[in-house]
Structures are given as C-alpha cells and as structure tokens.
C-alpha cells in the first residue's frame, strides 16, 4: 500500500509491513515479559475477523470490548474494525447496569470480555439487551455454552472460515468507506448518563497521523500502556499512533503497578493522567524530607534550581552559564537518580485527560523527563493541541496540531480573552449516537465544536485552559472561581493527595481536602502527634495548623475573591469505585458536592475554624 493509510486496519497493515517488530507488543506472563512480533499479531487479527464473519458479524455492527490494556484489547478492537463492524469500549470499573447501557444503547451484537469477572456483568444483563447474539472471552474459560466463545476458538473458527472464503476479510477491509463510523466511545460521564461520541476511520487516522507529526516519537520508542485502552487518550496516543510510529508497546499490569513496570521494561515515553506526575512529583518531595539533614537540604535546593533552569529555558531566554552548572551538579546528585527510578530512559512523558499543575511540569523538565502536556476530548478523536520540544510553554496545552483549527467565543462575564474553546478539523466527530438534538447544541452546520472548556489563546497560538465551563464557580457575590487551576496548586503540597473546590453560589470558596496520608503521618510523628486514627489525627490542632499554611501559599498571589476560605479534611482517597473519580480519574464534582454535602454545610458557618473535618 502506497498510499497513506484512510482507515485503522489499514493504518495497522501498513506499520506491520515498514516496522515488522519482534516486539510489537509486550506483556507480563508469569513473571517475565513476553514478546508478541508484529506478523505473528497481523495474522491472529486476520483469523480473529475472519472468525467474527463466521459468527455472523456484519459491517455496521457493533462490538463491545469489556477488557483491561492488554494485546486481547487490541486484537478484538482491530479484528472487529477489519470486518466492518464499529468497535465499543466498555471500562471495566463500571457496574453491570452501567455495563447494560451500553451495551443496549450501542444494539453490540458482541461483547468480548477479558475475565470470568466481567463476563459476569454481562451474563447478569444479557437478558436486557436483545441485540446481544455472543460473548467472547480473552482468559480461557472451563465452560461450553452456545453463546460463549473464547478468543482460541474464534481464532480457530477463522481458520476454517479463511480455508472456505480467504478473500472474506480484505473484502470487507477494502469496502471500508474512511468516512464510515469505526467505533462509539461512551463518555466517562462526570455527570449524567454517558453519551456515545461516534468516530469515522477518517476522525481517528487523521489525528494519529497529524498528532504524531507534533510529537517525537520513532521506531526505536518503548511505550508503556496503563491508562485505559477504552479512553479515547490513550486508544489514539497510546495505540494506534505508537502502532503508526512504530513503537513497541508494553501493557503494565495495572495502575498500581506502573512505576514498578517502569523499572522493569525501562520505556522511552509513556502517556498519562496528571494524577500518576502528581504522585511521583509527591513521592520525591517526601523522600527528601524523610532523608532529612544534607540530604533533604541538597534535594530541595536541586527542585528550586531545577524550577528557575526550566523558566529560563523555556520562553526565559535561555539559562546563565551559572545557572547550567547548577543544574548539572543537581542532575548528578538529584535528578539522575528520579529518572532511574522510573527505568533510566525516558525520553518524555505526554500528560492529557486533565489540567497539570506548571510547577511539575517544570520540575519534570529539569529532570530530564519533560512532560508534553496537551489538550483534547473524546469528541475531537481527542488530540486538539500538544506541547512539543521545539514549541513549548508552561501553563498552556501547547499549539494545535496540524489541520486541527482553535478559536474563543468570549465570554462577557469572564476576563478579556477568555471564552469557549471552539474547535474545527477533520479530527472532529460525525455526533452523539442516537442523540440529534446533543449533537446540534455542540455541533455547528459550518463544523466548529463547542468544547464546553473555557481557555484562552496567547499571541503565540498557545492555547491555555482555565476550566471547564460548567465548573466554573460563580459566588453569590457574581464572582467567577475557576477551580482546576487552584486545586493543582493546592495538591503540589507533599500532604495533599486530593482537591476539590467548592462554593457555588456561596459567599466564598472553600475546599475539600484528601491528605497524603503517608506524608501526613510521617510528620505528625515528627511533632509528637498520634496518627494511628485517621479521625483523631484531623481533629488535632497541629494538623489544623499544616493545612491552614498549605492554604495561605495557595491563597499568597490571588485575588480577594479567589481565595480559599475553609477546608475540609476528608479521611479517604476519592475511588472509581464509589463513584467519586471516573474510569481516567476524573473527578465527579456533583458526586461529591451530594455526597459531602453535610460538610460543606458547616464550612459556611463563620464560627467554625479555617479547617473542619
């Protein structure tokens, strides 16, 4: 194939065929990590849609994927795309009536599934969904039922089907219209039902072939794989433009474990949520401290040079001589030994999904792990802009990408040149499945899309998100909050692990705080404070006093109205699983509002202290 690639599997076809990798893929297999070569994957993909066929799969029909990261994601995904049918990822943290949704929504006539675990939703809900004709399991399972199948045996079911009709699938492949739908991704949902964003070939192709044009990524790159597979984020950066580039990807074997997966396959770049930098940026901060004398003061002197190194060279003019040699003794003494940590190669890391406080991000710079931080949504396939090595800046998103155009609806009630983001390209959706009206409120004739976002663009074409529009905070004064940018300010503390910023329509904002237990206790040994009792601990006034002092850096260079009047201190991380974060750990603000909502109350009344509990 000569020409450039117009649809996913032929995308996938032509990077077997330039690249040819041993290590297409990698992943952890009793203990060690096994390798899968990129034409040994070509041909189980090819035999998996040939075995769909058999089963009566038809182009247009949908199949749902309910699986964590790893090669059986990506084998379901492009056999079903290689035989006409429209992918839909499913997160397995969702319930089984959540799990039913989708799957009577999308009409999936699959579902392939990893585990007996989330097969079980699927049989709790099958009677709902009508469309429903099979499940396919990835894990091998002890059981024969009409309806199941594992993948060994699709696979062997596409043996036969090729020896009786071997010409099924490149016909199905090349009756692909690239302006046809390839899948439905259900959005994570901080509110309401999740809506399903439809994608054509030509959306996601487009984004990987112009968003990589951006990034520095080549053949000779080891992507880690951890964010899930069923957000659009890591589908298009970290699975079919690594594909596109060549890359060897590695499947960590879960969030848990990605630092540690880091050490042991020692990847060049990795694509991530703010929330694994901000950890890490945490965890050095308190291994510093706990190192305490030199070697905490020769720490934390290496983060100020590191900071004032980064702003010099990036949009500063470039760092003294002076100021390179400092940075030089603090990357043999300090930043050296981060970056082994997490493998000893990394070439950059790549941050989406969220809002990254500036001040990790220059911190990872210095480091010699710069994190590109960029901009997008599941509606726009999702890159919209990226930063990269030669147009960087920190506190913004970065450029657009190629061919992908960025525009501000200003806002009346927001400062001078902040408004709606508003983005136009061939990244852009075809709409919300099943929902016109949806479509049509975001979705203008001419093709610009209403992100829902509240940015601004810099007379450099750098764009920077301020929040998102409907989290915006108004006080009952008329005021404005935007709250993503102080909550990353607040959890750049080493005792903050979480933060949620709230106040609507109040007099004031406050803030709900989840401590870094770990850091916390380890000081409040330090001051003689008992810290086996997560209650007692918060009630205590010295712990008051901490977060009272975290909040008054926080509150040092903002306005009257922007300061954070109160805190309460909360004695559990938010979960996925108690609905407080999504699949991508997001969090889900009205979730929380109704949930804490008897604290809120009382961090209102003005006779309490700054911190409550």
Request: with cysteine; net charge negative; hydrophobic share 40%.
């Amino acid at each position: 194939m000569s020409h450039p690639p117009r649809t996913i599997p032929e995308l996938f076809l032509q990077a077997v065929e330039r690249h040819d990798r041993a290590d297409f893929m990698r992943y952890k297999a009793g203990g060690d990590w096994a390798l899968i070569p990129a034409r040994e994957f070509r041909e189980e993909v090819e035999l998996a849609a040939h075995g769909l066929i058999a089963l009566g799969v038809r182009p247009g029909d949908r199949v749902a994927l309910l699986s964590e990261n790893r090669p059986g994601w990506a084998l379901a995904d492009l056999a079903a795309l290689s035989a006409g049918a429209w992918s839909v990822p499913i997160y397995t943290s969702l319930t089984s009536d959540e799990v039913q949704f989708i799957l009577e929504d999308s009409g999936a006539r699959v579902c392939v599934v990893s585990t007996e675990q989330q097969l079980a939703k699927v049989e709790e809900v099958r009677s709902q969904c009508p469309e429903l004709a099979c499940a396919i399991v990835l894990d091998p399972v002890e059981r024969d039922e009409p309806w199941l199948h594992t993948a060994r045996q699709l696979v062997e079911r596409g043996r036969e089907a090729h020896g009786i009709h071997p010409g099924a699938v490149d016909e199905r492949r090349l009756a692909i219209d690239p302006e046809s739908t390839a899948t439905i991704l259900y959005t994570s949902g901080t509110t309401g039902r999740p809506k399903g964003v439809m994608l054509s070939h030509r959306n996601l192709v487009s984004n990987a072939i112009d968003a990589l044009e951006s990034l520095a990524i080549s053949s000779s790159d080891l992507h880690l794989s951890w964010l899930p597979l069923s957000h659009s984020f890591e589908r298009l950066a970290g699975y079919y433009i690594m594909i596109h580039a060549g890359v060897s990807i590695a499947y960590a074997e879960s969030i848990e474990k990605v630092v540690d997966n880091m050490r042991e396959v020692k990847p060049t770049l990795t694509t991530g949520a703010p929330r694994l930098y901000e950890k890490m940026y945490a965890a050095v901060l308190q291994s510093a401290s706990d190192a305490g004398g030199l070697k905490k003061s020769i720490a934390f002197w290496a983060r100020r040079i590191g900071i004032e190194y980064a702003e010099a060279e990036v949009g500063g003019g470039g760092a003294s001589a002076w100021l390179r040699l400092q940075r030089a003794i603090a990357d043999r003494l300090v930043f050296s030994k981060i970056r082994e940590r997490v493998g000893g190669n990394i070439h950059f890391f790549v941050s989406g999904s969220a809002p990254l406080a500036p001040v990790i991000m220059k911190f990872f710079y210095a480091a010699g792990m710069p994190i590109m931080e960029g901009y997008g949504l599941t509606e726009t396939s999702p890159v919209v802009s990226v930063n990269t090595f030669e147009h960087m800046r920190f506190g913004t998103v970065g450029r657009p990408i190629r061919n992908v155009e960025v525009k501000i609806d200003p806002d009346p009630d927001r400062p001078e040149g902040d408004g709606e983001v508003m983005v136009r390209g061939p990244n852009v959706m075809q709409g919300y499945y099943h929902l016109p009206e949806k479509t049509a409120e975001v979705l203008s004739p001419d093709g610009w899309f209403r992100t829902g976002d509240v940015g601004m663009l810099d007379a450099d074409g750098f764009l920077a998100i301020t929040d998102r529009k409907k989290d915006l905070i108004k006080t009952s004064g008329g005021k404005y909050v935007a709250p993503q940018p102080i909550e990353n300010e607040i959890k750049t503390s080493r005792y903050v692990s979480q933060a949620v910023v709230v106040g609507n329509k109040r007099k004031y904002a406050s803030v709900l705080i989840v401590p870094n237990f770990e850091n916390l206790t380890a000081w409040a040994r330090t001051q003689g404070i008992p810290a086996e009792d997560r209650e007692a601990l918060l009630a205590d006034a010295g712990v008051t006093r901490l977060y009272e002092e975290v909040l008054e850096k926080v509150n040092a260079n903002r306005p009257s109205y922007e300061t954070i009047k109160r805190v309460g201190l909360l004695p559990h991380d938010f979960t996925i699983d108690a609905g407080e974060l999504t699949p991508t750990l997001k969090v889900k603000r009205g979730k929380i509002e109704e949930k804490y909502s008897a604290l809120i109350d009382t961090l209102y009344d003005a006779e309490i202290p700054a911190v409550t509990r």
